[in-house]
């Protein structure tokens, strides 16, 4: 029977803890974790199986795999959910990386998705992960934002100021297509093969490409390039 590569995982310093929980919750072995904040020494690096990058941005993502170099297995892993209940019930999780490597960490994307066979979506070619994980970074920025002017503000001026809401959401519009267009510059002409079958219903809305379906993430990095910029708000 074939050994199962071992999976070295390096992940943000505040969620290590409840991620490696929810792995040993499931008896998924041959894990071993890092902080991204203390990474392992070299050999190490280089003596893993696979090793998984979770919630990196697309400027880390190539710092890594500069640092680690083409040979070594890469994926990179969005996990996006309530720290707390995603302990229980499973955490919303998607990976870039070449099939061979993400197959090879199946163990650990079916341990920390919720639990199903398989219900973890395979985003497209190595930095698609970290495109999206910076995409939720983004829109968590701009939550975080209009909570402080919210707090600043008397609520009587909420509904009434179109012209903050519209200086916010091209903001973050304007930084999102930077991330769409980076992520498309590194991947735009790779062909795509998922590592497990798509699920039917996205499978319908995926455009085809001479090399088969487009890959999830460069579908939606081309649709938040079409979108068209917020209109000025009328004057009040």
Do not use: K
């Not at 071992?6 to 803890?17: H, K």
């Not at 500069?66 to 890469?74: A, I, T, Y």
């Not at 495109?131 to 829109?139: G, K, N, P, T, V």
């Not at 998922?194 to 460069?218: C, K, N, R, S």
Request: glycine share 8%.
């Amino acid at each position: 029977m074939p050994v199962a590569p071992s999976i070295l995982v390096l992940a943000p310093p505040t969620l290590i803890d409840l991620l490696r929980a929810r792995t040993e919750e499931r008896f998924a072995g041959g894990i071993s974790w890092f902080s991204l904040a203390a990474p392992p020494a070299s050999a190490d690096l280089h003596a893993a199986g696979v090793i998984v990058l979770i919630n990196v941005n697309l400027d880390d993502f190539s710092q890594w795999r500069c640092r680690l170099g083409e040979h070594v297995p890469l994926v990179d892993m969005v996990a996006h959910g309530d720290p707390q209940q995603a302990r229980q019930h499973g955490w919303m999780i998607g990976a870039g990386g070449p099939s061979g490597a993400v197959q090879a960490a199946t163990r650990l994307l079916d341990a920390l998705s919720p639990s199903r066979p398989r219900a973890w979506l395979h985003l497209g070619n190595a930095s698609a992960g970290a495109f999206i994980a910076a995409l939720l970074q983004r829109w968590q920025h701009q939550s975080l934002a209009i909570l402080g002017w919210l707090g600043g503000t008397s609520s009587a001026q909420w509904a009434y100021d179109p012209a903050i809401w519209q200086c916010l959401t091209q903001s973050t519009l304007n930084q999102t297509r930077e991330h769409a267009a980076h992520y498309l510059g590194l991947v735009e002409n790779l062909p795509f093969e998922p590592a497990h079958p798509i699920p039917a219903p996205l499978q319908q809305v995926l455009p085809d490409q001479p090399h088969g379906l487009m890959a999830p993430a460069t579908t939606l990095a081309h649709m938040l390039l079409s979108l068209p910029a917020v209109a000025p708000a009328a004057p009040s």
